[in-house]
C-alpha cells in the first residue's frame, strides 16, 4: 500500500489549499479514506473522512464549511480542497485508507506541510 500526499505549501490566512492523495496497492474504489492533521505539540486529529463511493462525508467541528473531502476512484486520488485558511489550520496533513483487501488495516501516507501565516 502507497499513499502519497502533495498539494501542501505556504498560505496567507484566507487563501485556499487543495491536497491530493495518490493511492495504490489496494482496491482503492472499495476502501473508505481519511484526512488527519497534526500541528506541532499536539495530537493527531480527524479533519475529515470519505466513504469508498464518495456519497458520505464528515468533517471536524472546526473545518466544517470551509474544507471539502472529494475522491475520484477512476484515478485512486483523495482530494482536500481547504479555503478560508486560518492560521491555526498549520500543520502536517497525512492521508489515511482503510484498505479493504487487508481487513480494513490502516495505512498512512508521509503527510504534506501547511502552513497558513502572513
Known amino acids: 500500500v502507497q499513499l502519497v500526499e502533495s498539494g501542501g505549501g505556504l498560505v496567507q490566512p484566507g487563501g485556499s489549499l487543495r491536497l491530493s492523495c495518490a493511492a495504490s496497492g489496494f482496491t482503492f474504489s472499495r476502501s473508505p479514506m481519511y484526512w488527519y492533521r497534526q500541528a506541532p505539540g499536539k495530537e493527531r486529529e480527524l479533519v475529515a473522512t470519505i466513504s469508498s463511493g464518495g456519497v458520505s462525508t464528515n468533517y471536524a467541528d472546526s473545518v466544517k464549511g470551509r474544507f471539502t473531502i472529494s475522491r475520484d476512484n477512476a484515478k485512486n486520488t483523495v482530494f482536500l480542497q481547504m479555503n478560508s485558511l486560518k492560521p491555526e489550520d498549520t500543520a502536517v496533513y497525512y492521508c489515511?485508507?482503510?484498505?479493504?483487501?487487508?481487513?480494513?488495516?490502516?495505512?498512512w501516507g508521509q503527510g504534506t506541510q501547511v502552513t497558513v501565516s502572513s
Open positions: 489515511c485508507a482503510k484498505a479493504i483487501d487487508y481487513g480494513f488495516s490502516v495505512y
